[in-house]
């Protein structure tokens, strides 16, 4: 048994553990591989809106490019076009239209792609890199809401070179998202932070949090009634915890999983523990998608609290997932997250994003 399953003897056995074995450690999964993806880590992949017709997928890199495909019906991708930062983007987002894609980046800009006439402008600005971008679609307002290294979260109309509103936080922002009329944003010295949206954006709660380890990826859940009700919060150390906002009962439905860790249970063999670099809600069951530097993907049951699946291990670590509007695909990105520093960055090794057929592995364990 080799590492990444198993190896039939023949083929050369010089070749170090990532090197061709006769399994595709690349993508054992078997999963469709996007053409043309970036050429350094993927740090976020984003699906297009249900307002849209088709399924565009959209990623950033550190080659700091932004690039867009269409997903075809037979799995078939078809690189549309990209656009470029001058610095690694670290998030995108889409209007709820599907007219637009927003962009962060490490050169301290977000930028408004219009992708009808394929042109980019600036739309927001802050003293430090912008860790994250999502779009807020109020009754009474949109605007875009960015989150920084500089420790504000800042709110824009896109038409204008000023900030409708800036908040404090506590610390860096290193993950958010937004569910309206609710976004969460977690921060470096692990920070949690709920804002409310109606009317405008405001802070409702800081909460303390569940994980004793550096926050990585955070994502809103929603209630039957398609409400946001709480979040699932990854960190570095192979965990998850899932936080209801005002639960009927605290200490028994708030809880904490571990995920992405691997070898030794007992305390004879040291267990290897590796961060969540992403969580997605599937969008149709509820139940979520895991990602991690292990190199795995696992899809979880919230409120069975199991797993319904993990996936073969990949040469390289998992660092950015989402799902389709429909959620038919799940897309996960396979590149360096340097998680175990520069010497086990090889240059030559590509990266990937590969889609997968999700209707069936979602479906939670037990309808109620």
């Known amino acids: 048994m080799s590492l990444f399953g198993t190896n039939t003897g023949f083929g050369s056995a010089g070749t170090?553990?990532?090197?061709?074995?006769?399994?595709?450690?690349?993508?054992?999964?078997?999963?469709?591989?996007v053409?043309?993806?970036?050429?350094?880590?993927?740090?976020?992949?984003?699906?297009?809106?249900?307002?849209?017709?088709?399924?565009?997928?959209?990623g950033g890199s550190w080659?700091?490019?932004?690039?867009?495909?269409?997903?075809?019906?037979?799995?078939?991708?078809?690189?549309?076009?990209?656009?470029?930062?001058?610095?690694?983007?670290?998030?995108?987002?889409?209007?709820?239209?599907?007219?637009?894609?927003?962009?962060?980046?490490?050169d301290k800009t977000a930028k408004m792609w219009d992708l009808n006439s394929n042109q980019t402008i600036q739309i927001a600005q802050h003293e430090g890199p912008i860790k994250t971008i999502h779009w807020i679609k109020a009754p009474n307002y949109s605007c875009i809401m960015t989150g920084s290294w500089d420790k504000t979260l800042k709110f824009w109309d896109t038409r204008s070179p000023n900030p409708m509103m800036s908040l404090q936080m506590p610390e860096r922002c290193y993950c958010a998202?937004?569910?309206?009329?609710?976004?969460?944003?977690?921060?470096?010295?692990?920070?949690?932070?709920?804002?409310?949206?109606?009317?405008q954006p405001s802070e409702f709660r800081r909460i303390d949090s569940p994980l004793k380890h550096q926050h990585r990826c955070v994502a809103i859940f929603k209630d039957k009634q398609s409400k946001p009700t709480g979040f699932a919060l990854g960190s570095i150390e192979g965990r998850?915890?899932?936080?209801?906002?005002?639960?009927?009962n605290p200490a028994k439905d708030n809880f904490t999983f571990k995920c992405h860790r691997s070898n030794g249970t007992n305390t004879a063999t040291p267990q290897d523990i590796y961060a969540v670099n992403a969580i997605s809600f599937?969008?149709?069951?509820?139940?979520?998608?895991?990602?991690?530097?292990?190199?795995?993907?696992?899809?979880?049951?919230?409120?069975?609290?199991?797993?319904?699946?993990?996936?073969?291990?990949?040469?390289?670590p998992i660092t950015?997932?989402?799902?389709?509007?429909?959620?038919?695909?799940?897309?996960?990105?396979?590149?360096?997250?340097?998680?175990?520093?520069?010497?086990?960055?090889?240059?030559?090794?590509?990266?990937?994003i590969f889609l997968r057929n999700a209707a069936e592995e979602l479906k939670p364990r037990n309808k109620k």
Request: aromatic share 10%; charged share 20%; glycine share 6%.
């Open 282 to 316: 599937h969008p149709v069951h509820g139940t979520l998608a895991t990602v991690g530097s292990d190199g795995r993907f696992s899809f979880w049951d919230k409120d069975a609290r199991t797993k319904l699946k993990t996936s073969e291990q990949l040469d390289q």
């Open 63 to 106: 080659a700091n490019d932004v690039r867009c495909w269409e997903v075809q019906d037979n799995g078939q991708t078809v690189p549309k076009a990209q656009q470029m930062h001058t610095g690694p983007v670290l998030d995108v987002c889409w209007s709820d239209d599907g007219s637009k894609v927003f962009t962060a980046s490490c």
């Open 240 to 248: 998850v915890a899932i936080h209801y906002i005002n639960p009927p």
């Open 16 to 33: 170090g553990v990532f090197g061709t074995t006769t399994t595709d450690s690349h993508n054992p999964m078997k999963d469709v591989e």
């Open 35 to 58: 053409t043309s993806p970036p050429d350094d880590s993927i740090s976020c992949l984003a699906f297009s809106p249900p307002t849209m017709p088709g399924n565009f997928l959209v």
């Open 177 to 199: 998202d937004v569910v309206y009329p609710m976004a969460v944003v977690a921060t470096a010295e692990r920070g949690l932070i709920v804002y409310q949206l109606e009317n």
């Open 320 to 352: 950015a997932c989402c799902f389709n509007n429909n959620g038919n695909i799940f897309a996960y990105a396979s590149s360096y997250d340097w998680s175990k520093g520069h010497e086990y960055y090889n240059p030559q090794k590509k990266n990937y």
